[in-house]
């Protein structure tokens, strides 16, 4: 570690470990623990209830800039074509030269957000091919300034997290290459517009979307012995098969997007779903994409691949069927009594704590079963519910959290995105970049690391830099209505300068927890 300060050095010891705290008051609740964090010039909520209340009507799923974001589906079909390409002139330079295809298979991996590696495994591209990658990168970047500025200026700041909160719950990732076009729409128009809707159709609308059909490769399942396969076998049966029935997102689906890995489900019930979910694909690729057929999702349903057949999921029986089937089958899974348990544990956990209040749990489950998943509802219970109040803090704030609440707090608006993505990465939280399907954790043990404190206190360093400076301990006031604590305001007071004094704010316990 270089050489810092002996204030900010306490900073992060004391940001790392629990302390005497000052109780939380229902306004700081209302703004750190639902929402982003105070908004330079806001004023303290005097109903902190009434406050959240209204943000579910006040809330946009479709501002500006979401609505005035180019199409890129054509461009996903574009990309998936090259790469399926690259993947066969990979292949036919391995044969001629072994040591030549691994680098450009590495190449392909790394196009999320590593710097020099990417760099390197970009320079080995054939240009077709690199242009294609840099345009989807410029594109991704702008998505997640667009993520972030929402986040910073949005009147519904607790709807905001209620978003990302589904859009990890529905998690797909730029680590897979492909899907940089359709991230950010999959959030965008499969997550926001149901957010406050009904749970069965933000389930359809998240796992049909296409990014989820690239990110699991459910675009280029097959079934066994639907009409392409057979045709296929019978005009060149000594030719390599079709790469036949994916399981992967029938799997997720089952395990993490709604009944839970305890939910009760078999191998037996993963194949089915995994055959009636045969079909489903991206639109404008492959051979077979002409026969496809446009569905709702942003997805399209190709019969010729579809596994005929009727199916028996969970011990419920669905008749032959085209798109109707998975339809059908997500209808009933979003409504087993296994995902209201589900989904009401994540829900308490992400708003009470860490061990989720099993009162809370149970009030969740109770209402996601009586209103058949309406998500509006489950956000008021949240809102009403004692455990979401209490006065100690319950959750250490993930460092896309943090940062928001820095930005919000600190009055600056819209940092250059090329810098945001790099903020985002040095935190160790990109959007749309989790290592699993399970998401990014959602937990203290996560996020609290003294590594990961040090970049923190790194970055709150550089942006005191360029902030206002003047008035910290007002503002500090301010954006902890009555929970300021003594020792942050004497770590302030005791500051060499305005530039000092707001660099320990962004990593006052108080800015660390929510």
């Known amino acids: 570690m270089r050489h810092r300060a002996a204030p900010v050095c306490a900073a992060i010891r004391t940001a790392s470990h629990a302390r005497e705290f000052v109780p939380m ?76 295809a691994p680098a450009m298979a590495e190449g392909m991996a790394g196009t999320a957000m590593a710097d020099n590696p990417r760099a390197a495994a ?13 345009e989807a990168r ?34 797909v990732s730029v680590g897979k290459p492909g899907t ?41 399942s097959i079934g066994p012995n639907a009409p392409f396969a057979q045709m296929r076998a019978r005009r060149n049966p000594d030719a390599p098969g079709p790469r036949g029935l994916n399981e992967n997102l029938a799997r997720e689906v089952l395990e993490l997007h709604t009944l839970g890995v305890d939910g009760g489900y078999t191998q037996a019930d993963v194949t089915e779903l995994a055959r009636a ?5 991206v639109p404008g690729i492959g051979r077979a994409g002409r026969f496809a057929q446009a569905q709702a999702s942003g997805a399209a349903f190709v019969a010729p691949v579809h596994e005929p057949g009727a199916r028996q999921v969970l011990g419920r029986s669905y008749a032959t069927g085209g798109p109707e089937q998975a339809l059908a089958i997500l209808d009933d899974l979003a409504a087993h009594p296994a995902t209201a348990r589900h989904i009401a544990t994540k829900l308490a956990r992400h708003f009470a704590g860490d061990t989720p209040p099993p009162a809370l749990v149970a009030r969740l489950e109770a209402d996601f079963v009586k209103t058949g998943g309406d998500l509006a509802s489950l956000a008021r219970v949240l809102i009403a519910a004692p455990e979401t109040w209490t006065s100690a803090p319950v959750k250490f704030r993930t460092p896309f959290e943090w940062l928001v609440a820095t930005l919000r707090l600190t009055g600056i608006e819209r940092p250059p995105p090329q810098r945001l993505v790099a903020a985002l990465t040095q935190l160790g939280q990109v959007p749309w970049a989790a290592p699993s399907p399970a998401g990014y954790e959602d937990s203290a043990a996560a996020w ?8 923190r206190v790194e970055f709150a360093e550089r942006i005191a830099r360029g ?3 003047e008035g910290v301990i007002a503002r500090a006031e301010a954006a902890f209505p009555g929970t300021l604590s003594e020792a942050t305001r004497t770590q302030l007071a005791r500051a060499e300068s305005g530039q000092q004094a707001l660099a320990l704010l962004l990593v006052s316990p108080e800015m660390m927890r929510r």
């Open 138 to 171: 410029r594109v991704l970047v702008e998505d997640i300034a667009v993520r972030v500025d929402l986040a910073v200026t949005s009147p519904a700041p607790m709807v905001e997290r209620l978003v990302h909160f589904w859009s990890n719950h529905f998690s």
């Open 467 to 469: 902030a206002p400076q």
């Open 25 to 100: 008051t229902p306004a700081s609740i209302a703004i750190s623990r639902f929402g982003y964090g105070y908004a330079a010039g806001d004023t303290p909520p005097a109903d902190p209830r009434r406050f959240l209340l209204r943000q579910l009507e006040a809330f946009d799923p479709a501002p500006p800039a979401i609505a005035g974001r180019l199409g890129t589906r054509a461009k996903t079909s574009e990309m998936i074509e090259l790469l399926r390409r690259l993947r066969q002139d990979t292949r036919a330079l391995a044969a001629m030269e072994p040591g030549g």
């Open 122 to 134: 970009l320079a080995a591209l054939p240009p077709e091919y690199r242009e294609k990658l840099m």
């Open 277 to 281: 979910l045969t079909g489903w694909t």
């Open 448 to 455: 609290a690391g003294p590594d990961a404190l040090v970049r």
């Open 180 to 220: 940089q076009f359709e991230v950010a729409p999959h959030e965008f128009t499969a997550i926001r517009p149901h957010v406050l809707g009904r749970f069965s159709d933000m389930l359809k609308a998240a796992v049909l979307h296409p990014a989820m059909l690239l990110y699991l490769d459910q675009f280029q």
